[in-house]
């Protein structure tokens, strides 16, 4: 099972190197790999692409498409809006532990206000957002 994981998310070339030379894209995608030993229905993926570069974060991106692609349910929390809309069939946004809001892209994009565009965060950064799949 570990071959056949390492082959499907990329890193059998690698799978002789210690994971200390793994660039931060493959360590997420060898973290995902490792949730799916035992071959989950479920699996829990907490900011997965934080930290990461431009071409890491879409590694990260289309493995996690392929697992919900294949039938495994992924429940996701970012920060990243572009992630979710990206990756998320339903979205639920959290406030002081409360789910606020749920459902679709479509049906959120109607109650909410678009986003300001910005880079930074007015005090405090805004409450985890949780997507699933």
């Keep these: 099972m570990a071959d056949d994981l390492l082959v499907r998310f990329g890193l059998a ?5 210690r994971v200390s030379t793994y660039s931060g894209g493959m360590r997420r995608r060898l973290d995902i790999a490792m949730s799916l ?3 989950p229905p479920i699996i829990f993926l907490d900011e997965p692409t934080t930290g990461l570069d431009p071409e890491a ?3 990260v991106w289309q493995v996690i498409q392929n697992l919900a692609d294949s039938g495994t349910t992924v429940l996701l929390t970012t920060q990243y809006l572009d992630e ?5 069939d339903r979205i639920a946004i959290l ?6 809001v749920s459902g ?3 049906e959120l994009r109607k109650l909410l ?5 910005s880079n930074t965060w007015n005090g405090s950064p805004p409450s985890r957002r949780f997507f699933w799949r």
């Design 13 to 17: 070339d690698a799978a002789d190197r």
């Design 37 to 39: 030993i035992g071959r």
């Design 57 to 59: 974060r879409i590694e």
């Design 84 to 88: 979710a809309e990206k990756l998320a």
């Design 95 to 100: 406030h002081e532990g409360t789910i606020i």
């Design 104 to 106: 679709t892209l479509a």
């Design 113 to 117: 206000p678009p986003p300001a565009r």
